[in-house]
Structure formats: C-alpha cells, structure tokens
T-cell receptor
Framework: DTGVSQNPRHKITKRGQNVTFRCDPI?????LYWYRQTLGQGPEFLTY????????KSRLLSDRFSAERPKGSFSTLEIQRTEQGDSAMYLC?????????????FGPGTRLLVL | AQRVTQPEKLLSVFKGAPVELKCNYS??????LFWYVQYSRQRLQLLLR??SRESIKGFTADLNKGETSFHLKKPFAQEEDSAMYYC?????????????FGQGTTLQVKP
C-alpha cells in the first residue's frame, strides 16, 4: 500500500497523559497536513508542513499540541497533558503541489479516546 | 470569515432518483472548491474539484459565485453512492492548501 499511513490507528489514554501520533506521507509529497475530526463534524485544519517547514498553525492548536516533520518525510503530532476534549479522529494528508494544483490524499486516521 | 455550510445531515433517496447535495460557502477571494467522499470503512478521498469541470462516477458540481454555492448532483442515484460527502474550500491566504470542510452529508440510497 503506497498511500498515506498513520500509526497507531487507535489510542486510548488517561487524562493528563502525553500521546504521539505518526504519519507517513506518500513518497515525494512535499506537503503534509494534520486535521482533527470530531463526531458529526467535518475535518478541521490543525497545521501543515511544506517539506520540513511548518508554515501554518490553526488557533485550534493549543500550546499542548506540537507537530514536527524532521527531514521533510514522516511527521509526528504530540499532545501533552491530554484532556477529554482532545478525543477525536486525527487525520493526516499529504500532497504534491504541481502547476498550482494540489490534491490532498488522506490517511486512515488515528482515533484518540481520552478517559 | 471562511465557512462551508452543508445544510443537510442526511439525504435519503431511492435508487434511480436524482440527487442534489447542497453546499454553500463564504469566502472573500476567488474560491477553489472540492467534494470529498468517504465510503464505509474507507478513507476520505477526493471526488471532484470545480476547476476540473469533470464528471466523476456520474456526479457533477457547478460553482455558482452569485449564490456562493457548489451543489453536487447526480441524475440517477445508485446504491454504491451511499457514503458521507464533504464539501471543502481551499482557504486562507497566500499559497496555503489548507481545506475548510463542511459538516458533511450522509447520502443513503435505498434499493
């Protein structure tokens, strides 16, 4: 499978714990996005990278959230001191910008449950 | 503010009936709009974009700037069209590719 992959697929944690998610984009895709989706809602943008540079962060991304993309390949999203409100599906997408056009390819998501 | 609104949470039709999934947007610049689809147990995938002006799986969508709408249509629904559909706007400033999604509409096609 050469699509976007995310690990783990499911994570259950207790409030106050730290969690880290990983996203492996499609090879050679230069952009990588993180979105969060709660029940009954569409995905909401969190942050994105172009190569290894983090270019934009949503105000949804509190200081407990941090994302990295070392070497412009895979990315990690860490949530510190998790809260019950962090329970959601975390989606990663990657894209290759060509000729001004861009298609984002989504991963299967990581479902987080904070107890 | 940039916003995408899908007024219907659920649209239920019989096989062979026409389908129209509504999408309205709010955007101050020149919008780029998309429809994404998520079939049961599958990941979110692009269905079509307004720039391409193409028909995918019998679906079309026309951007109406006057009404700020980008409704998705299909003349004859099939059972395999049952899925969650999201309208999305490529928003923000500069060259950002971030997508702003609507809440989604579940399409249920009954036999």
């Amino acid at each position: 499978d050469t699509g976007v992959s995310q690990n783990p697929r499911h994570k259950i944690t207790k409030r106050g714990q730290n969690v880290t998610f990983r996203c492996d984009p499609i090879s050679e895709h230069n952009r990588l996005y993180w979105y969060r989706q709660t029940l009954g809602q569409g995905p909401e943008f969190l942050t994105y990278f172009q190569n290894e540079a983090q270019l934009e962060k949503s105000r949804l991304l509190s200081d407990r959230f941090s994302a990295e993309r070392p070497k412009g390949s895979f990315s990690t999203l860490e949530i510190q001191r998790t809260e019950q409100g962090d329970s959601a599906m975390y989606l990663c997408a990657s894209s290759l910008v060509q000729g001004g056009q861009e298609t984002q390819y989504f991963g299967p998501g990581t479902r987080l449950l904070v107890l | 503010a940039q916003r995408v609104t899908q007024p219907e949470k659920l649209l239920s039709v019989f096989k062979g009936a026409p389908v129209e999934l509504k999408c309205n947007y709010s955007y101050s610049g020149s919008p780029e709009l998309f429809w994404y689809v998520q079939y049961s147990r599958q990941r979110l995938q692009l269905l079509l974009r307004h720039i391409s002006r193409e028909s995918i799986k019998g679906f079309t969508a026309d951007l109406n700037k006057g009404e700020t709408s980008f409704h998705l249509k299909k003349p004859f629904a099939q059972e395999e069209d049952s899925a969650m559909y999201y309208c999305a706007l490529r928003g923000g400033s500069g060259n950002t590719g971030k997508l702003i999604f609507g809440q989604g509409t579940t399409l249920q096609v009954k036999p």
